[in-house]
């Protein structure tokens, strides 16, 4: 767990949260006042995605980051599943504890079917969706066959199946805080102009034991497994997600949540949204073009 006051450098300088409700202690950034922009992050990422969006919103907006369990700054608890519905069970208390409410999501990565469970169990509480290489998975009929024939030629959903197979996943991804940058390469980081040793620290440093490493084994292992369940929503639930302004950016590059299988789930639920697709922008849209995507997210703010 990283210390909760570190900055690396300063590019990190919002000021810490803490919160025990999901049953342990729970890192997020709070910043700015007004409408609540709640973003999500996924593998093996923290809030630390969300620093130039968290600086380009707060002005206006009320910028909540959540560092999930086993990640960033939160609490890595040797006692705990890091299944899907753990992490949904810990973002509802999470949401309930701070009564968050006309809640923007911003989804990244397995952020997408987080807040997408949150949106299942309190649709009252969303105002709008944002997926930003996050799948909106929100009852499909064709959710987990999207989801399988995308792991079928993704690298990282690829080397998770056979280092599973031949039991190396726990031993390889417990040296995570050595190996970060090149998890990243292969999920789709483009940009390697913005590599500072301070950048590497922050996406390296939650990860400096093989204890420290459980969420992001869990995460992978859950997949591998077969442990992870979608939310399922109600109708009632459906219906009013449905009428949220929503609105996809999605870095075309992606090689692990490949844009073929996931933007139609986008487009199924939202079929009057925008989408932007990004031409050469990676799998970590936030890190490889983040001032156009703190742009489009500005704007579709305001016109919403």
Not at 51 to 66: D, E, F, M
């Amino acid at each position: 767990m990283i210390p909760a006051d570190a900055t690396f450098d300063g590019t990190f300088p919002f000021a810490p949260h803490v919160t025990d409700a999901p049953g342990f202690p729970m890192h997020y950034v709070d910043e700015g006042k007004g409408e609540v922009v709640l973003c999500l992050h996924g593998e093996p990422t923290w809030g630390y995605l969300f620093r130039h969006l968290i600086r380009a919103l707060s002005p206006t907006y009320r910028v909540v980051v959540p560092d999930h369990m086993g990640f960033g700054k939160s609490a890595t608890p040797p006692d705990r599943s890091y299944w899907l519905q753990d992490h949904i069970d810990n973002l509802e208390r999470f949401v309930l504890a701070l009564d968050l409410r006309d809640i923007t999501l911003v989804l990244h990565d397995f952020g997408g079917p987080m807040g997408m469970g949150l949106a299942a169990r309190h649709p009252d509480r969303i105002k709008r969706v944002i997926s930003a290489n996050g799948p909106v998975s929100f009852g499909q009929a064709d959710q987990v066959d999207r989801l399988l024939a995308n792991a079928a030629t993704a690298p990282w959903f690829q080397w998770i199946l056979k280092a599973q197979a031949d039991g190396s996943l726990e031993t390889v991804l417990g040296q995570l805080g050595y190996t970060i940058l090149s998890t990243l390469k292969l999920n789709g980081f483009e940009d390697h102009s913005i590599i500072t040793d301070a950048w590497l620290a922050a996406y390296g440093a939650p990860f400096a034991t093989p204890a420290d490493c459980l969420g992001a084994i869990g995460w992978t292992k859950g997949f591998a497994t077969g442990m992870h369940r979608f939310e399922v929503p109600d109708a009632a639930a459906i219906r009013a997600i449905r009428t949220r302004p929503a609105l996809a950016i999605w870095g075309m590059a992606d090689r692990t949540l490949q844009a073929r299988y996931f933007l139609p789930l986008f487009r199924d639920l939202f079929p009057a949204a925008a989408v932007h697709e990004l031409p050469g922008v990676g799998h970590y849209c936030l890190e490889d073009a983040p001032d156009l995507i703190a742009r489009l997210i500005a704007d579709f703010l305001r016109q919403s």
